[in-house]
């Protein structure tokens, strides 16, 4: 048990850290459009490249993000980084980012997306934020789409 926690201490430690050394990168799944056979957008998937773990799963890092509030610095640095890749793809392609519901417990989304939009240029119909919670159907994700244009 002490074992744990030391692990989940360092691994909070070194996750602090990772927000100012650069060890954050998005990743992006293609998202289809099944009426016309293309892709409609991409969804944006953060990722930890660890400099001495390599890259640490999501089921690892997020929910220690989750629980102890990093997660509301991990979602704003991930909806600009985002935004600001999205603008410079074709006009025709969105970008989808999870937000988690810590974000909204402890953070100011509508503020985080109202920067990131303004930062990038990029025009809100373009934006769509899925909000994610891992404590649905035991521990699954259950995302909701919408798009940042909408109330």
């Not at 744990?4 to 070194?14: G, I, N, P, V």
């Not at 979602?75 to 989808?96: H, N």
């Not at 119909?125 to 699954?140: A, K, W």
Request: aromatic share 6%; glycine share 8%; hydrophobic share 40%.
């Amino acid at each position: 048990m002490d074992q744990r926690m030391q692990t989940r201490c360092t691994l909070e430690r070194d996750l602090r850290s990772a927000l100012h050394s650069s060890e954050l990168e998005l990743y992006y799944r293609p998202q289809l459009n099944l009426e016309g056979d293309e892709i409609s957008g991409f969804e944006a998937l953060v990722r930890w490249n660890h400099p001495e773990r390599g890259l640490v799963p999501p089921a690892d890092f997020i929910p220690l993000a989750e629980d102890t509030g990093l997660i509301v610095q991990i979602g704003e640095w991930t909806l600009r980084q985002a935004c600001a890749e999205a603008s410079k793809w074709p006009k025709c392609l969105k970008v989808a980012v999870n937000l988690s519901p810590a974000q909204f417990r402890f953070g100011n989304v509508r503020y985080a997306v109202i920067r990131a939009l303004g930062a990038s240029q990029l025009v809100p119909q373009r934006l769509e934020l899925e909000v994610t919670d891992r404590h649905l159907r035991g521990g699954h994700r259950d995302g909701r789409a919408a798009r940042a244009g909408e109330t």
